[in-house]
């Protein structure tokens, strides 16, 4: 990934590798975060400034531990 991209592009695009990886989709993800839909979507789209607190929920739910989490970010 470019190192000049946005964190929160580069952070979107881990998490939708992520979940793409384990098949589910935003809707499944969101439903297994206790988020919105339109939440993860903005994520993944790097519109989303996300808080510990949610990057913690996406790691657990994801099966990854938070340095995974952040590989290639």
Do not use: H, W
């Not at 939440?39 to 510990?52: A, C, D, H, Q």
């Amino acid at each position: 990934m470019a190192s000049g991209e946005d964190i929160r592009v580069r952070f979107g695009k881990r998490i939708r590798q992520l979940r793409q990886a384990k098949e589910l989709s935003q809707e499944a993800l969101a439903f297994e975060c206790e988020l919105d839909r339109t939440y993860i979507s903005g994520i993944e789209r790097g519109r989303r400034n996300v808080s510990l607190r949610n990057i913690e929920i996406l790691a657990r739910t994801l099966g990854v531990n938070l340095p995974e989490l952040f590989e290639e970010v």
